[in-house]
C-alpha cells in the first residue's frame, strides 16, 4: 500500500534574511547601495565592535534616496552582486526643498 503525498509549494513558508541600513548611494536606476551596521561583544577582549557591511538592494519603484532608513530582505539573485531588495522605508532622510548645487555657487 502506497502513500500518497502532495507538496503545495503556495503553503511553503520562507524564511528570509532582513537587515536595517542606510541608503549611502541612489545612483543607478532601481538599484540603491545601502549600509548595514552590525553591533556585537569581541568574545575576547569583551569590547563592542562595529562591523559595517555595504548591500545591492533592488527598489523597483525608485522610493529610496540618499540618507534614507530601510529594511532589505533576502531574495533570488538579480544580477551578480544584488541579493536583496527593499522590503520597507523606514525614515526618510532631511531634505532641504528647492536647493540645488547650481543655487548655492
Known amino acids: 500500500m502506497s502513500t500518497l503525498v502532495i507538496h503545495n509549494d503556495a ?9 536595517r ?8 536606476p532601481k538599484t540603491v547601495t545601502v549600509r548595514v551596521e ?7 577582549v569583551g569590547r563592542v565592535v562595529r562591523v559595517m557591511r555595504k548591500f545591492l538592494a533592488h527598489d523597483e ?9 530601510v529594511v532589505i530582505e533576502e531574495t533570488r539573485p538579480l544580477s551578480r552582486r ?16 528647492g536647493v540645488t548645487e547650481e543655487e548655492e555657487a
Open 61 to 69: 519603484r525608485g522610493l529610496a534616496q540618499e540618507g534614507d532608513t
Open 11 to 19: 503553503l511553503r513558508t520562507v524564511h528570509r534574511r532582513r537587515f
Open 82 to 97: 544584488k541579493r536583496f531588495r527593499i522590503a520597507q522605508v523606514i525614515q526618510r532622510a532631511a531634505r532641504e526643498e
Open 38 to 44: 552590525r553591533r556585537f561583544r569581541h568574545p575576547r
Open 21 to 28: 541600513g542606510v541608503v549611502v548611494r541612489a545612483v543607478l
